[in-house]
């Protein structure tokens, strides 16, 4: 290797380290949803219908509970923890998630009181709201499921006031997405806020793809970019570790070292 390219290699080196410890950085920067109220927010900013998290007065964001304010933040600005007090095994199959007799669901539950409330679980009471859309600017509101990853499968429903009578489901993944049909497409209203059970099959991550639709008041319609919300099921972390990144730079930094360690002598 010729001075210059150990010395274009050398500079190649650190700029991966660098990179990788930025990344870990940034990586890291993301905000853990734990408890309390938020909502996912379709909201009409600058003539586009956005997506976003609106964190309650009551949010708990990294282990800190939010007091005398709440804040807005975009969806890849935090994930949604869904933690082990959530997990039930039910006695009976659960169709709509494909779940048999006595398998583990875990669910963040559309209610916040009660002994399976979130409160009571110290879990995310989590919801939907269009507060900030005007009745005069639009007719309809749909927020939809248009793609989904995820170790289990996943279902958005609400359970029934009344006794015996079955849940209604608006979005679940063991039959596939079909927005096209209004299988997984939420009417959610103008001017509309409300909560839902969120139903998981296995512990893991789990990336939820959504697109706001809204019709408007005198024909045509917007559509809000892809937004992809995260949930973190389970004892499991919602990004490497760090120890994953110092694997990372540890071995960029063997390779840079043999490539060292190989350059011929350069005579003087």
Request: aromatic share 12%; glycine share 10%; charged share 15%.
């Amino acid at each position: 290797m010729t001075s210059s390219s150990f010395y274009r290699a050398s500079i190649g080196c650190i700029a991966i380290i660098s990179y990788s410890l930025g990344h870990a950085s940034a990586t890291a920067d993301i905000t853990e949803y734990s408890a309390g109220h938020t909502d996912i927010r379709i909201a009409f900013r600058n003539d586009e219908l956005q997506l976003l998290y609106h964190f309650g007065e009551s949010a708990v964001l990294d282990g800190v509970e939010q007091v005398g304010f709440d804040s807005e933040g975009s969806a890849d600005s935090a994930f949604v923890r869904v933690s082990p007090a959530t997990q039930t095994d039910f006695a009976f199959p659960i169709d709509f998630l494909g779940t048999g007799a006595n398998d583990p669901v875990w669910i963040l539950p559309q209610s916040n009181s009660g002994t399976g409330g979130a409160a009571a679980l110290g879990a995310p009471f989590f919801g939907i709201a269009t507060h900030q859309l005007s009745g005069s600017q639009f007719e309809s509101v749909f927020l939809n499921m248009t793609d989904f990853a995820g170790p289990g499968e996943f279902a958005l429903f609400q359970s029934p006031t009344l006794p015996f009578l079955p849940p209604t489901v608006f979005w679940q993944t063991n039959d596939g997405i079909q927005t096209e049909d209004g299988d997984d497409s939420l009417d959610v209203g103008v001017i509309g806020h409300d909560h839902y059970n969120y139903g998981f099959t296995q512990e893991g991550i789990y990336d939820v793809k959504l697109t706001a639709t809204a019709d408007l008041v005198g024909g045509g319609s917007i559509s809000s970019a892809e937004e992809t919300f995260r949930f973190v099921v389970g004892n499991v972390t919602a990004i490497p570790e760090p120890g994953s990144f110092a694997l990372v730079v540890l071995s960029v930094a063997a390779w840079c070292w043999r490539g060292r360690r190989r350059r011929p002598a350069i005579a003087a």
